[in-house]
């Protein structure tokens, strides 16, 4: 069943969900994490985000600087499968365990937490491997 | 070796750091996980709260509601070990692993994301059990 909203139809199926959700600025952080408990990236979604991951089963995302949404994984192919979605106890953010195809990082590695910082020297260190070459999937 | 930054004295020893990171309205997110792969949270931290939280070994947070930078269990004694920062391919976010004592969630809950959305129903369910009665720690 869908109504309309402002100018767009939305599902009613998601309003239960999406009034627990706050949104600033249109927007809602999600962190990313697989299913072993590795943090892969940190997103945001807007409500049409929010509703074609779920429609869908894979991750969306609000990109600012394309200014739409967009399928993660869109170019590259390496998708995000979604089998859970925590909410945090504000509304604030949500929490998307996901089966990530290849990689989350457009460098090439498996999570965008690829460096750890060494408060030794001050610096960041590279602590994953790259699993594929961003020159051959970006080109 | 400390210097003059604007109306502050900072320490040079982050300022590697410091440099690879996009604040955003003075902020950046910051995952909060245990080295289980848990995630516990996510906060927003600004510069002072970097600092303190590498300079101290807690995780110290900026909190909106109260204006200024706190120690994350301050009241509730629930305090978070700093075991390890990462920052993301864009410096954009940080992910902080931690030793958590008691529990993340001011409401009881060793995280905030307590709550998982069941798309059946279209409800939120509690999927973690309680582990402080919060009337207890917070009068």
């Known amino acids: 069943m869908k109504r309309l909203q402002g100018s767009k139809w939305v599902s ?4 239960g969900l999406l009034r627990e959700l706050n949104f600033k600025d249109g927007l809602i952080p999600a962190v990313i994490a697989d299913g072993d408990g590795q943090v892969l990236t940190l997103c945001y979604l807007d409500r049409e985000a929010v509703q ?5 089963g894979k991750v969306h995302v609000f990109r600012r600087s394309h200014g739409r949404v967009m399928l993660k994984g869109e170019t590259s192919g390496h998708v995000q499968e979604l089998k859970e979605v925590r909410v945090d106890c504000e509304g604030n953010s949500l929490l998307m365990v996901v089966d ?30 790259r699993v594929f070459d961003p ?3 970006y080109g």
Chains 1, 2 share one sequence.
């Open 12 to 15: 009613n199926a998601m309003d």
């Open 52 to 56: 074609k991951t779920l429609e869908t």
């Open 100 to 129: 990530q195809h290849v990689a989350a990082c457009h460098h090439g590695y498996r999570t965008c937490f690829y460096r750890r910082y060494r408060p030794a020297d001050d610096t960041l260190d590279e602590c994953e491997k």
């Open 135 to 137: 020159s051959r999937v």
